[in-house]
Each structure stands twice: as structure tokens, then as C-alpha cells.
T-cell receptor
Framework: DAGVTQSPTHLIKTRGQHVTLRCSPISGHKSVSWYQQVLGQGPQFIFQYYEKEERGRGNFPDRFSARQFPNYSSELNVNALLLGDSALYLC????????????FGSGTRLTVV | GENVEQHPSTLSVQEGDSAVIKCTYSDSASNYFPWYKQELGKRPQLIIDIRSNVGEKKDQRIAVTLNKTAKHFSLHITETQPEDSAVYFCAASMGGGYQKVTFGTGTKLQVIP
């Protein structure tokens, strides 16, 4: 049984560009949450989706957006990239929308230059 | 919103000794407290969790204690081994419904052989 898969694994972008990160949850999981982990810090909550609807949003600017598809996979989009957006972006899936039973993907390492 | 503080930020112990990591949380409504282990370059992995109706939980060499009144919880690792070396994150969540998980800042544990 596949775990949470994220793509791409690494990405280098230039300031001002746009990026799309993708996540496929564990089969049967209906909730996807996105986290940003800056080097040396704990993951920070960005979004949570359950049954294709946004259920929670963290303290991130409107440049960050996301969506969940009918197959429960998800995309995180970041516009107008800043150097400070450089981080590991983690996707976590769970069966329900609660914080219990999170399984994280391996993340996408985004570097903005 | 919830705020989770974690200390120490770094911890070095001799192999076979015990390690203790402490966390405090601010929101008395939080009722689910997971601990994650993150090895270098890898995803955070859940190692143990505790719910607010329980004061202590143990799984082999790992135990977690919770003091709801004081709003703090701790991770105890006994008989440490070199493979325990990693960054450990505590976290807090309201557990039910669509609730984000708030992470601490992490403790880098080094077990010296």
C-alpha cells in the first residue's frame, strides 16, 4: 500500500515565479493538510482540505492557495515567490479531518533564488 | 491560536542514558498530543501520542506524560541508542473535527556511542 506521495521532490525557482506542488494521500484517506517547514523549525500549518473543501487555513498570505480533487489528491500553489518561501513543504494525509493519524509525505524541497 | 513551546532545542546523551524533552501548550481546548521523529532529510514520523483523558502512555523505550492542569507534556526515551538520534517535535491539536496540528520548534537529540 503506497504511502503519501509528493512531487516533485526538489524544485528551484526564481523570485516572482509561480510553483505548484502535488500530493497524493494514502488510499482511503479523505483529508490532506499542507505544512511549511523552514530549516531548523517545526512544520507550520498552511491549509487543510477534507472532501474537497477547505476546512482550515493558517497564517499565510493570499499568494498561497490550494485545492483538492475528486480523487482526494491535492495541489498547493504559491504565486510571486519570495526568498523566504524556501522551505520543505510537507503534505499530511488522514482518514478524517482531525489531527489524529497524520501520515506525512517526504516533502518537496523548494529553493527560491 | 495554539502555541507550543519545546525545550531543550538540543540534547546530547550518552548511549544507554535517558532523554527527556518537555513541551508546554497554551490552549486548554487541545486534547491530542502527538510526538514526531524526523531524521535528517526524511519525513516526520509519529512515534507516540497521548490524549487528554490519559496521564501517561508507554511504548517500549518511549513514554509520554501529560499534565493537563499545568498544560505541559513530556517525552521520555530510556536506554537511548544511536539510532534514536534525530529531531523530535511535540505537537498539540484539538483532535476532533477539522483541527490543525501545532508543532513545537523541535529538539535535536544526539546519542553519543
Amino acid at each position: 500500500d503506497a504511502g503519501v506521495t509528493q512531487s516533485p521532490t526538489h524544485l528551484i525557482k526564481t523570485r516572482g515565479q509561480h510553483v505548484t506542488l502535488r500530493c497524493s494521500p494514502i488510499s482511503g484517506h479523505k483529508s490532506v493538510s499542507w505544512y511549511q517547514q523552514v530549516l531548523g523549525q517545526g512544520p507550520q500549518f498552511i491549509f487543510q482540505y477534507y472532501e474537497k473543501e477547505e476546512r482550515g487555513r493558517g497564517n499565510f498570505p493570499d499568494r498561497f492557495s490550494a485545492r483538492q480533487f475528486p480523487n482526494y489528491s491535492s495541489e498547493l500553489n504559491v504565486n510571486a515567490l519570495l526568498l523566504g518561501d524556501s522551505a520543505l513543504y510537507l503534505c499530511a494525509s488522514s482518514f478524517s479531518g482531525s489531527g489524529r493519524g497524520y501520515t506525512f509525505g517526504s516533502g518537496t524541497r523548494l529553493t527560491v533564488v | 491560536g495554539e502555541n507550543v513551546e519545546q525545550h531543550p532545542s538540543t540534547l546530547s546523551v550518552q548511549e544507554g542514558d535517558s532523554a527527556v524533552i518537555k513541551c508546554t501548550y497554551s490552549d486548554s481546548a487541545s486534547n491530542y498530543f502527538p510526538w514526531y521523529k524526523q531524521e535528517l532529510g526524511k519525513r516526520p514520523q509519529l512515534i507516540i501520542d497521548i490524549r487528554s483523558n490519559v496521564g501517561e502512555k508507554k511504548d517500549q523505550r518511549i513514554a509520554v506524560t501529560l499534565n493537563k492542569t499545568a498544560k505541559h507534556f513530556s517525552l521520555h526515551i530510556t536506554e537511548t541508542q544511536p539510532e534514536d538520534s534525530a529531531v523530535y517535535f511535540c505537537a498539540a491539536s484539538m483532535g476532533g473535527g477539522y483541527q490543525k496540528v501545532t508543532f513545537g520548534t523541535g529538539t535535536k537529540l544526539q546519542v553519543i556511542p
